[in-house]
């Protein structure tokens, strides 16, 4: 079965820092997902990765997915308070016709004012 | 546009007893999946629900059971509650159809926290 691994696992940033958080997948990438979570909410999707060396950004916040895809990395530019919460990668390991996303255990981020 | 929905927000049972949770997909979307998140967890897949029926299944026990209605809306149930079962249970919905695969993402809704006492 695939495994996610994410990294690292909180971080503590003062605002107007920069930071990145990491997903690593056990075996090739169809699909990499990224949500944020609010504690104890729903999930609030952010971007989705299909192809190998795929960059996407959306404000601050950027995700890349390597070559092999089987690492993604989401970057956040000029981090603010709004950017604390849950950070979580999904993956699809397209086994079946179901949408199933597996996902990491997720980065908890605290941005200091 | 209306996302997806669930109730209740929040329901507290005793060990042994049976919970019914709902899920209403995001509007347009046909597909309802499951998934159960512990505290300090990502959230894991329990079954999927697709043209009223079960397409797909986590390793979860046969406990965890669901059904999706001719509106695309469905319920979880769970029987015989454990301890272990206390989490928050979160819906998403997306399009069923394989050929859409990779153009959507899973939508989800802001869950349902269940404490089994």
């Known amino acids: 079965s695939q495994e996610l691994e994410q990294s690292p696992q909180s971080l503590i940033v003062q605002e107007g820092k920069n930071l990145t958080i990491n997903c690593t997948s056990s075996?090739?990438?169809?699909?990499l997902y990224w949500y944020k979570q609010k504690y104890g909410e729903g999930l609030i999707f952010l971007m989705m990765?299909?192809?190998?060396?795929e960059e996407k950004s959306h404000e601050k916040i950027t995700a890349k997915l390597d070559e092999k895809k089987q690492q993604s990395s989401l970057h956040i530019t000029a981090s603010q308070p709004s950017h604390a919460g849950i950070y979580l990668c999904g993956a699809d390991p397209l086994s079946g016709s179901a949408r199933q996303l597996t996902f990491g255990s997720g980065t908890q981020l605290t941005v200091l004012p | 546009d209306a996302g997806v929905t669930q109730s209740p927000t929040h329901l507290i049972k005793t060990r042994g007893q049976q919970v019914t949770l709902r899920c209403s997909p995001k509007?347009?979307?046909?597909?309802v999946s499951w998934y159960q998140q512990a505290l300090g967890q990502g959230p894991q897949f329990i079954f999927q629900y697709y043209e009223e029926e079960e397409r797909q299944r986590g390793n979860f026990p046969d406990r965890f059971s669901g059904h999706q209605f001719p509106n695309y809306s469905s319920e979880l149930n769970v029987n015989a509650l454990l301890l272990g079962d206390s989490a928050l249970y979160l819906c998403a919905s997306d399009w069923g159809s394989g050929a859409l695969r990779g153009q959507e993402t899973q939508y989800f809704g802001p869950g349902t926290r269940l404490l089994v006492l």
């Open positions: 990765l299909q192809k190998g060396g």
């Open positions: 509007s347009g979307h046909d597909t």
């Open positions: 075996k090739t990438l169809y699909g």
